[in-house]
Nanobody
Framework: QVRLVESGGGSVQLGDSLRLSCVQHGRSFDRDTMGWFRQAPGKEREFVATIDWLGANTAYAESLKGRFVILRENGDKTLYLQMNSLQPKDTAVYYC??????????????????WGQGTQVTVSS
């Protein structure tokens, strides 16, 4: 059974940093394109970042470039999202996801086959 388990969320202040982690269980992590999405209260889930299986290529939502960094450690089957200069508008539930059929980067929810349960990030001013 494939499971993605996120951790690292919490309540922080404007300008703080957080690092989210996502550990994959039950399949070969190093074959999958991975991604982060988020869902703010009352809004649709949106793309945050994606990384290819090797970690050589990454892509971000335009509004997040320069503040967020997606990383992976294949040996530990772990995906990370380093979030810097956090703002109240970053408040959301953050989800990691695995795309098992993608050869490179994946931007759409439909590209992903497995999802974590989400971790809450709350940024207050």
């Amino acid at each position: 059974q494939v499971r993605l388990v996120e951790s690292g969320g919490g309540s922080v202040q404007l300008g703080d940093s957080l690092r989210l982690s996502c550990v994959q269980h039950g399949r070969s992590f190093d074959r999958d394109t991975m991604g982060w999405f988020r869902q703010a209260p009352g809004k649709e889930r949106e793309f945050v970042a994606t990384i290819d299986w090797l970690g050589a290529n990454t892509a971000y939502a335009e509004s997040l470039k320069g503040r967020f960094v997606i990383l992976r450690e294949n040996g530990d089957k772990t995906l990370y999202l380093q979030m810097n200069s956090l703002q109240p508008k970053d408040t959301a539930v953050y989800y990691c996801a695995a795309a098992t059929k993608s050869l490179s980067l994946a931007y759409e929810e439909v590209d992903y086959d497995y999802w974590g349960q989400g971790t809450q990030v709350t940024v207050s001013s």
